[in-house]
C-alpha cells in the first residue's frame, strides 16, 4: 500500500493519486525492518520518536508499511523458492528421459540377443558362424582379464589404458553394457537421493546412481576424489604418480587401502590408474580401473594383511546443470576377491546393494551434505560448525575400523590366548596410538595411560533386524553395558588390578542422550551421552560423577535395504576439545542375504545356543517358567514368540525369508587406555567383559527376533506359556471383582484367547511388583509402546520414574489404597516414557491382582486414552 503526500510528505489520498515514500523514509524504515521486521505498537511509536524522518508518518501508516514489506519477503522467498524447485524437477526430468533413453536400447538389444538365442536354438551351426549375434551375446559381459597382452607402462601406454577406461566407464554409465535393474526400496523424485541402480548378471559387483547435487562440476570433482573423507571403509589413497595430457588432463597411478568390516576377513586393496579429463560437451569425467596388464614400470607388489582386489571400469561423470549445480552419473564396479573370506560371509562381497548403500550412495549423500552446507549457513543438521562435526564423526569410525582391522604397521600386536578362541586381544604402545592421551578426562582422573588394549570379537546373529537391535543397544545401554568400565576407559589406571575382575561396581544412574548433529539423508546421528551417577570405582560410590560419551549411530532405518548398523563410542571430557583424544568402542550389525540357508559352521562365535541357560534365567526371572522352558528348543520357541517390532514392539514379519531365514554378523571392539605394568589384569578385565557383552547381546537378539514361521506358529503374543496365561487370567479376574465390569469383551474364553485379547487391548496395561521400590513385570503391546520400551527392558523401568513429581504424590496417597480396598480411579495427567518424551492420559485405574489363593500378586495399571503430547 502507496501513502499520498503534499510537498513530498506521507499524508492522506490527494485526488486518488498515490505518491511514494521519499527515498530517505524508505531507508530508514528498511533499517528499521531488517533489525525488527515485526514492531508493535509501543515498538512503532518508539521508532517514530527515534528516528525524525518519519515523524510526520502516522503509526498506522507505520504498521501497513511493514505489513506490506512483510508480504513482499515472503512473495520473494516463495517465488525463489519456486525457482528453485522448478530448476530441480527440469534437471531430474532430463535424466528420466536420458534414462528412458537408456532403458530402451537396453529392451531392444535384450530383444535382439533373445532372437539370437533362439536362432541359436533352432540351427546352432548358422549362430555359431553369424558374428554379429555373437558379439551382441557377449557385448553385456566384457571384462577386462588378460584378453589383452600386457602393454607397456610408459605415458603413451598409460594414455591408451586411460582412453579405453573412459570409452567403457561412459557405456557403463549412460550405455548398455551393464543390464541396470532398480534397487530395492529406491523410488526415484524430485526428493531423492537419485535413480540407483544395481547390476544383473556381469561379473563383480556393480551399482549406478545419477543424482542432482547444488555444487559446481570442478567442486564436485574435488570431493570425490577425496575417498577417505567420505567412504568410511577407506583407510588410505595414495598417488603415486601424476602425469599430465595432451588434452588438458590428467592420469595419476593410486594405491588405495579398504578397511575389513568384521574381524573375519581380510582387508581389501587396489593398484589404480585414474583417469581425470573434460569431454566435448563440457562434461568432466574422472574414471578408474585396477592395473593389471602393464610392464616396464611401476607396480604395487602385494602388502601384508591385504587381498589385491579388481576395479573394473568405475567413476563419475558430471555435467553442469542450467542454474547452477550439477547432473552427476556414479558407477562402481568391483570384484572383492569373494573366494578369500569366509562362506557366510560371501554375500557381503557378491552382493551390488551392499556397494551401492556403502560406496555409491555414499558418495551422493557427501555432496548433498555439503552443498547444503554451502546453500544455508545456518544449517540447522549440522549446527554452526558442520565441518567440524563431520569430522568428529569421521574420527570416530575411522578409529573404530582401526581397532576392528589392528594393522601391525600401526603398532598393534596381538596377544595370546586363555585358550578360548572366541574374543581377541591386541595391545598397542606406538607414539601415533598414544598421542594425547595424557589428559584429564570429565571426573579428574588423570589418563597416565602408556599403551591401548583392543578387544575385539565376532558373532553371527539369525533372524534378528540390525536396525531394532542397534536401537535397542542405543536406547537401553544398562541391557548391557558395565558403567565403571567402558564409560571412562581409562579409569581403569585408578581402579588398579584389585578391581579389575569384570564385576560390577557402580550401575548407571540414568542415561541422557544430547542430540548434537545428524546428515541430511538422517542416516547417521552424531550426539553426546551422559551418563549420571557413575561409580568408577568403590571409594567414588558415595559421590557418583557424571561420564560423557561422544556417539555416532548410523543405520538405524529399517526400511533401508543392505544398510550397515553401527554404535560406536568415545569417552570425552565435559569441555570436549575439536583435537580431544578418542579411544572409540562399539558395535558394528552387518546384514547378509536372506534368502539364503543359515550357515553355522566358520564364524569364531558362541552361538546363541550355548546361552540358552542365562536368558532361561533372565525369563525366569519376570515370569517364573517351569523347568520345561530350559530346554534350546523351548527356548528359542519362547524367544520367537516375542512380537517385537520397528515401532517398538510390534510384528515385523517383513525380516522373514521362506525357506531361510535372516543373517547378519556383529563385530564387537572395545578400547582400554591403561598402564604397562597392568596389561595382564586388563586383558583378563577385557576379555571377560567382551564375553558379558556378548552374553548379554545374544539375549537381547533372541528377545528382539521375531517368528519367522509367523503365520503358522498360532499365538504370537509376549509370552505364549502357561504362565503368562494364568496371569492373563488373573488380571481379568481381579479386574472383575474390584470394578463389578469385565476388563476384556464378553465371549472371551481359553487362556490362550485370554492372552491374546489382553495384548492388544487398545489401552496401556501393565503389572508391578509389590516391593517397596515398585518394578514393571509386565505390560501389553499398548504399555510397551507407551513407555517405549521392550519386554527385556521392562525389568529395569520402575514405577516412580514414569511419574512426575504431582504424580508421584498422587500415587503415594492412593498406594495404600490400593492395597486396602483392592481400586483406585486416578484422575488424568502427565507420565514419562522411558525416553523421557511426556505421555498424556484421559485417566488411570489401578488394582490389586489376586492369585488362586487370593493373594496380592502384583498391581495392575491401566492408563486410558493415552498419547504422545
Known amino acids: 500500500m502507496a501513502m499520498s503526500c503534499k510537498d513530498g510528505k506521507p499524508g492522506s489520498l490527494d485526488n486518488g493519486k498515490y505518491v511514494r515514500y521519499t527515498p530517505e523514509q524508505v531507508e530508514a524504515l528498511e533499517r528499521l525492518y531488517h533489525e525488527c521486521p515485526k514492531p508493535s505498537s509501543i515498538r512503532r511509536q518508539q521508532l517514530i520518536r527515534e528516528c525524525p524522518i518519519l515523524s510526520n508518518i502516522e503509526p498506522k501508516q507505520i504498521k501497513v508499511w511493514f505489513q506490506n514489506r512483510r508480504c513482499r519477503e515472503k512473495q520473494r522467498k516463495e517465488a525463489s523458492r519456486l525457482q528453485a524447485v522448478n530448476r530441480k524437477l527440469t534437471a531430474m526430468n532430463k535424466l528420466l528421459m536420458e534414462e528412458n533413453d537408456r532403458l530402451q536400447k537396453q529392451v531392444s538389444q535384450l530383444v535382439y540377443e533373445n532372437g539370437c538365442f533362439r536362432q541359436h536354438t533352432q540351427n546352432a551351426t548358422l549362430a555359431t558362424k553369424d558374428p554379429s549375434c555373437e558379439s551382441a551375446v557377449m557385448s553385456g559381459q566384457q571384462r577386462e582379464t588378460n584378453q589383452h597382452p600386457p602393454r607397456d607402462a610408459s605415458p603413451a601406454g598409460l594414455l591408451s589404458i586411460a582412453e579405453e577406461t573412459l570409452a567403457e566407464f561412459l557405456s557403463k554409465a549412460t550405455g548398455t553394457a551393464v543390464e541396470w535393474v532398480q534397487m530395492p526400496g529406491m523410488k526415484p523424485g524430485p526428493d531423492s537421493i537419485g535413480i540407483i541402480a544395481i547390476s544383473h548378471g556381469c561379473p563383480g559387483v556393480a551399482a549406478r546412481a545419477c543424482g542432482l547435487v547444488g555444487l559446481e562440476p570442478t567442486r564436485v570433482a574435488e570431493l570425490l576424489k577425496d575417498r577417505p573423507s567420505w567412504f568410511h571403509d577407506c583407510r588410505a589413497v595414495d598417488v603415486l604418480n601424476v602425469l599430465p595430457t595432451a588434452n588438458g588432463g590428467t592420469i595419476e597411478l593410486l594405491y588405495m587401502q579398504l578397511y575389513a568390516p568384521t574381524t573375519l576377513a581380510p582387508a581389501r586393496d587396489f593398484w589404480l590408474l585414474r583417469y581425470t579429463s573434460v569431454l566435448e560437451d563440457g562434461s568432466l569425467v574422472v574414471c578408474e580401473r585396477s592395473l593389471k596388464n602393464t610392464q616396464n614400470g611401476p607396480s604395487m607388489p602385494p602388502v601384508q594383511h591385504f587381498v589385491r582386489a579388481e576395479m573394473l571400469p568405475s567413476g563419475y561423470l558430471i555435467r ?45 549423500r557427501q555432496l548433498r551434505q555439503i552443498a547444503q552446507e554451502v546453500s544455508q549457513s545456518n544449517v540447522t543438521g549440522w549446527g554452526r560448525r558442520p565441518a567440524a562435526l563431520r569430522a568428529l564423526s569421521q574420527r570416530l569410525s575411522r578409529g573404530f575400523n582401526d581397532a576392528v582391522n589392528g594393522f601391525t604397521d600401526e603398532g598393534w600386536s596381538m596377544m595370546g590366548n586363555d585358550g578360548m578362541d572366541d574374543v581377541t586381544i591386541l595391545v598397542n604402545s606406538s607414539p601415533d596410538k598414544l598421542m594425547g592421551l595424557n589428559l584429564s578426562f570429565a571426573n579428574g582422573f588423570p589418563s597416565v595411560s602408556n599403551a591401548v588394549l583392543c578387544a575385539k570379537a565376532s558373532m553371527l546373529l539369525q533372524n534378528v533386524p540390525p536396525a531394532i537391535l542397534l536401537r535397542f543397544l542405543r536406547e537401553h545401554r544398562s541391557e548391557w553395558a558395565d558403567s565403571s568400565i567402558d564409560a571412562y576407559s581409562a579409569a581403569v589406571v585408578k581402579v588398579g588390578p584389585c578391581s579389575l575382575r569384570g564385576s560390577r561396581v557402580g550401575g548407571f544412574g540414568s542415561q541422557v542422550i544430547l542430540p548434537l548433529a545428524h546428515t541430511v539423508e538422517h542416516e547417521e546421528f552424531l550426539e553426546v551421552i551422559k551418563l549420571e551417577g557413575i561409580a568408577q570405582s568403590p571409594e567414588d560410590a558415595l559421590m557418583p560423577r557424571d561420564v560423557f560419551l561422544l556417539q555416532l549411530c548410523s543405520g538405524m532405518d529399517e526400511n533401508a535395504v543392505g544398510t550397515c548398523a553401527e554404535l560406536i563410542f568415545a569417552p570425552i571430557d565435559a569441555s570436549f576439545a575439536d583435537d580431544a583424544p578418542l579411544l572409540p568402542s562399539g558395535f558394528r550389525i552387518i546384514p547378509l542375504d536372506s534368502g539364503k540357508v543359515c550357515i553355522f559352521s566358520y564364524v569364531k562365535v558362541w552361538s546363541f545356543l550355548s546361552y540358552t541357560v542365562s536368558f532361561v534365567k533372565f525369563l525366569n526371572k519376570h515370569w517364573k517358567l517351569m523347568q520345561e522352558a530350559s530346554s534350546p528348543n523351548r527356548t528359542l520357541d519362547l524367544a520367537s514368540a516375542l512380537e517385537i517390532g520397528p515401532a517398538g514392539n510390534k510384528a515385523s514379519n517383513d525380516y522373514s525369508a521362506a525357506g531361510g531365514c535372516m543373517r547378519s554378523v556383529m563385530t564387537i571392539a572395545f578400547e582400554f587406555a591403561f598402564e604397562s605394568h597392568l596389561q595382564e589384569h586388563v586383558a583378563s578385565m577385557a576379555r571377560q567383559y567382551v564375553r558379558s557383552i556378548i552374553s548379554s547381546v545374544q539375549r537381547v537378539a533372541l528377545a528382539l527376533s521375531p517368528s519367522y514361521s509367523g503365520s503358522h506358529a498360532g499365538l504370537r503374543t509376549p509370552l505364549g506359556t502357561p504362565e503368562a496365561q494364568t496371569l492373563a487370567r488373573w488380571i481379568c479376574q481381579s479386574y472383575r471383582v474390584y470394578m463389578g465390569v469385565e476388563l476384556l469383551k464378553s465371549g472371551t474364553e481359553g487362556g490362550e484367547s485370554v492372552l491374546k485379547t489382553l495384548w492388544h487391548h487398545s489401552d496401556a496395561i501393565m503389572c508391578c511388583s509389590l516391593k517397596a521400590l515398585p518394578v514393571f513385570t509386565f505390560a501389553n503391546q499398548a504399555g510397551l509402546d507407551m513407555l517405549e520400551t521392550t519386554l527385556v527392558a521392562l525389568q529395569d523401568l520402575t514405577l516412580e520414574k514414569i511419574f512426575d513429581e504431582h504424580g508421584r504424590k498422587t500415587l503415594c496417597t492412593e498406594f495404600p489404597q490400593i492395597m486396602q480396598q483392592g481400586f483406585a480411579c486416578l484422575q488424568g495427567g502427565i507420565c514419562l516414557s522411558s525416553m523421557g518424551r511426556p505421555v498424556s492420559y484421559e485417566r488411570a485405574v489401578a488394582w490389586k491382582v489376586l492369585n488362586e489363593e487370593e493373594n496380592a500378586h502384583c498391581i495392575c495399571f491401566m492408563f486410558v486414552n493415552w498419547s504422545f503430547v
Open 320 to 364: 553442469p546443470c542450467e542454474g547452477g549445480g550439477s547432473i552427476i552419473h556414479i558407477v562402481d564396479h568391483m570384484d572383492l576377491e569373494p573366494w578369500s573370506v569366509p562362506e557366510v560371509l560371501r554375500p557381503l562381497y557378491e552382493s551390488s546393494t551392499v556397494l551401492a548403500q556403502k560406496t555409491t550412495m555414499a558418495a551422493l
